[in-house]
Every structure is written in C-alpha cells, then in structure tokens.
C-alpha cells in the first residue's frame, strides 16, 4: 500500500489543521493506521494510533483534547485532527500503516510498536509560529 500525506502548512498559534492520508494499492480497512512527527534534533513520536476496527484507538496523554485521529474506510482515507496549535507541535508529520494480523492495540502502536508500521507516507511539514 503507498501513502500520500497532505494537509501540513504554516498557521499562527490557536489555529487548527487536518491532516489527511490518503492509501492506495490496498484496501485501508485491513490496516491500523497512525500518526506520528518528528521535530528537529527529537526522536520519532507517536501521535494517535488505532486498529483496523478502530475499536483500540489511543492518543498520547499530552495530546488527548487536541489531536484526534479518524478513519474513512469508504475514501481509502485517515486523518489528524489537531486543534489549538502550539508551537511545540512544529514537526514534520508522518502516517503510517500495518496490515492488522497481530491484534495490536493502538496504544502499542503509538508508543512501542512504530517499527511494526510497513508502510509510511513522506511527511508533510507542520510550522506554528507564535
């Protein structure tokens, strides 16, 4: 399956985005999808997570309020939502997706389990200026 992010770009502090990934190749409803960013000079993390039957779904506790990630199966598509934007998020922004066998659960995925993501889109850069 490729992945095509979109949906990054510059906004001012207290705004909002949504990031959108788009699947092709395969069909997205056999795949836990996630979110993850990587800032400057930091290590990979995970943002939001959640399985194939998006029953698992898991955010980072820092990010529980302002980030929600969502699904479109019928669009082959998932999302990000982010809300009140601070500059701390400034990173560039990756999906990612793994064939659901395993029975992971969308936490594992986000903090431990990102190596198990096969499929990965190219980023798509998010700036918050103050």
């Known amino acids: 399956v490729q992945l095509q992010a979109s949906g990054g770009g510059v906004v001012q502090a207290g705004a909002s985005l949504r990031l959108s990934c788009t699947a092709s190749?395969?069909?997205?409803?056999?795949?836990?999808i996630g979110w993850f960013r990587q800032a400057p000079g930091k290590e990979r993390e995970g943002l939001s997570c959640?399985?194939?039957?998006?029953?698992?779904?898991h955010t980072v506790n820092s990010l529980k309020g302002r980030f929600t990630i969502s699904r479109d199966n019928a669009k082959n598509t998932f999302y990000l939502q982010m809300n009140n934007l601070k500059p701390g998020d400034t990173a560039v922004y990756y999906c990612?997706?793994?064939?659901?066998?395993?029975?992971?659960?969308?936490?594992?995925?986000?903090?431990?389990?990102?190596?198990?993501?096969?499929?990965w889109g190219q980023g798509t850069l998010v700036t918050v200026s103050s």
């Open positions: 959640t399985t194939s039957d998006d029953l698992a779904r």
């Open positions: 190749g395969d069909t997205l409803a056999d795949y836990a």
């Open positions: 990612a997706a793994d064939l659901d066998i395993d029975n992971y659960s969308g936490e594992y995925y986000c903090r431990d389990g990102s190596d198990e993501f096969d499929y």
